[in-house]
Nanobody, 115 residues
Framework: QVQLVESGGGLVQPGGSLRLTCAAS????????MRWYRQAPGKQRELIATIYSSATTNYADSVKGRFTISRDNAKNTVYLQMSSLKPEDTAIYYC?????????WGQGTQVTVSS
């Protein structure tokens, strides 16, 4: 079992920045990929960033160059640094990891980009 808890969301103006945090517990952390997804109202959940155990990262084109995923294995924590935020980044952001066929999700944190 893995428990994931996201934090750091909020209201930010266009062009602003936020850092999301996902704290993991209940299972080994460092050997597994961690992912950030988001879901905007009326849209499907979208994978936006992945960080592997090797620290290799992948990003969706929609956030590439603006968002940075990182991890601190000593703290069992993954981060998503978001910069140059746009109104279209408004969504609930979810942390995710998998153990075999089991997917684990946090409760999500709301990010709203608006003036």
């Amino acid at each position: 079992q893995v428990q994931l808890v996201e934090s750091g969301g909020g209201l930010v103006q266009p062009g602003g920045s936020l850092r999301l945090t996902c704290a993991a517990s209940g299972s080994s952390f460092s050997g597994y990929a961690m992912r950030w997804y988001r879901q905007a109202p009326g849209k499907q959940r979208e994978l936006i960033a992945t960080i592997y155990s090797s620290a290799t990262t992948n990003y969706a084109d929609s956030v590439k160059g603006r968002f940075t995923i990182s991890r601190d294995n000593a703290k069992n924590t993954v981060y998503l640094q978001m910069s140059s935020l746009k109104p279209e980044d408004t969504a609930i952001y979810y942390c995710n990891t998998a153990r075999g066929l089991n997917n684990y999700w946090g409760q999500g944190t709301q990010v709203t980009v608006s003036s």
